[in-house]
């Protein structure tokens, strides 16, 4: 019974923040960290599936050039296809937050209900997906179920329950999976070193242009010495090294995201103020570390490369 | 034993043949060991991805000390490579890490 009190205190609580007769900018700082983390996951899911097409690439070279026998599609473009659909759930997640933000005016309940709607289609199919953790499905069962019936204004009451139930569940499905997701990165980066090697041994590749990219502050010219070439997959190896540290800070980051969250979420049940610091602080390291590793992960721009210039090109 | 120990034995199983093969193959003279190279990478390599997409959880002993014995298989074959051992040795200790994985695998799905 004092938790029912609780929780409807809550409740009323954002409800009064989010219909502009009370603390808004509270209610409008909670919904504006919310979207912005669901925006940082998206983000993080997005990469991992570009990551895993890279993989892919990576692999499918590495076979050949040893004639050994391609990678099975089937395999990749499953994992593809999870990662996409964690993506578009995410998404939704944060169109979801973004329309509650509408509630304090009046029209904003039609396109809250939509977006509540089509935010629990999408958790439905997230455990169809081959490899996805049976952890979320009761969360996420739960959650669709109130979000797929925003029907009337009352039924605010029960989408922002459910919300805290989804942020729970996209927490437990990321501690879950999380071991997998560093290591589908960790593996492009050792195959992708494993195939500059191997690109280089078949003059494919002038390791020596590596040096170009060191930081020291002058223009390092390419060279194609043997001294060269083996600085230049000593860089390599680093680089990979270097992928797979920004990869786990973006995991450890986002997974403190989610957790905040959901911690938000559970404080607003119980009919607590929400510290939102840590959840502003990791979405900011989450979304610094995201894009350093995409910096590094990067083709370089047309024109200024010379990682394809070959040893005896001019 | 978590799934996440799986997954990381059996990424460096695939890491450790993958950074070997191309030395490996130069050296084989003999198309029998070729070929059984090729397919226990490409063995490996599905092993990992089989278990990256089947992430749920385990706490099967008998996977605990099939992980522990691949860890070992991968020692001793760095160390084989490194002593520049017989091929057909190193293909052997190769081949029969495979089907620990393989055995892990199976018992996890």
């Known amino acids: 019974m004092m938790r029912l009190s609780a929780a409807t205190f809550a409740v009323f609580f954002v409800l009064v923040s989010l219909t502009g007769c009370g603390p808004v900018k509270e209610g409008d700082q909670i919904l504006a960290d919310a979207i912005q983390a669901s925006n940082t996951l998206q983000t993080y899911y997005n990469d991992l599936a570009q990551i895993s097409l890279d993989g892919w690439e990576n692999q499918a070279v590495f076979n050949a050039l040893l004639t050994v026998p391609a990678p099975s599609d089937q395999q990749y473009n499953e994992r593809l296809e999870a990662l996409r659909t964690r993506a578009d759930a995410a998404s939704k997640l944060s169109l979801t937050f973004q329309s509650l933000k509408t509630f304090r005016d009046p029209k904003g309940l039609t396109s809250a209900s939509a977006a509540g709607q089509s935010l629990g289609e999408s958790l439905k199919g997230i455990s169809k997906i081959p490899g996805a953790s049976k952890l979320p499905e009761d969360e996420f069962g739960k959650a669709a179920a109130g979000l797929l019936d925003i029907q009337r204004q009352q039924d605010l009451k029960r989408a922002l329950l459910a919300m805290t139930q989804v942020e729970q569940g996209f927490l437990n499905m990321f501690e879950a999976e999380q071991r997998a997701y560093l290591s589908i990165v960790s593996d492009r980066a050792d195959t992708g070193e494993h195939l500059v090697e191997l690109l280089a041994q078949n003059k494919m590749l002038n390791p020596g242009s590596f040096l170009a990219g060191l930081r020291l502050g002058v223009a390092v010219t390419p060279a194609t010495s043997d001294p060269a070439a083996a600085a230049g997959l000593a860089i390599a190896k680093i680089s990979a090294q270097r992928q797979k540290l920004e990869w786990e800070c973006a995991t450890e980051n986002t997974r403190s995201m989610l957790s905040a969250l959901a911690a938000a979420g559970a404080a607003i049940q119980s009919g607590a103020a929400p510290n939102l610091i840590p959840l502003e602080d990791s979405t900011a390291h989450a979304t610094a570390c995201l894009t350093e590793h995409e910096k590094l992960v990067a083709p370089p721009a047309s024109g200024n490369s010379n990682a394809n210039k070959q040893p005896n090109d001019k | ?109």
């Open chain 2, 1 to 109: 034993m978590t799934n996440d120990d799986v997954i990381d034995a059996l990424q460096a199983q695939k890491q450790q043949l993958e950074a070997q093969l191309p030395g490996l193959l130069a050296r084989s003279q003999n198309d029998t060991i070729t070929a059984g190279l090729k397919l226990a990478y490409s063995q490996a390599v599905q092993q990992w991805n089989d278990r990256v997409n089947k992430t749920f959880r385990t706490d099967d002993p008998m996977l605990g000390k099939l992980v522990a014995q691949l860890n070992a298989v991968q020692v001793e074959i760095a160390a084989m490579v490194a002593q520049m051992e017989d091929l057909e040795s190193i293909f052997n200790k190769i081949a029969s890490g495979v089907k620990i994985g393989a055995a892990i695998v199976a018992m996890v799905k």
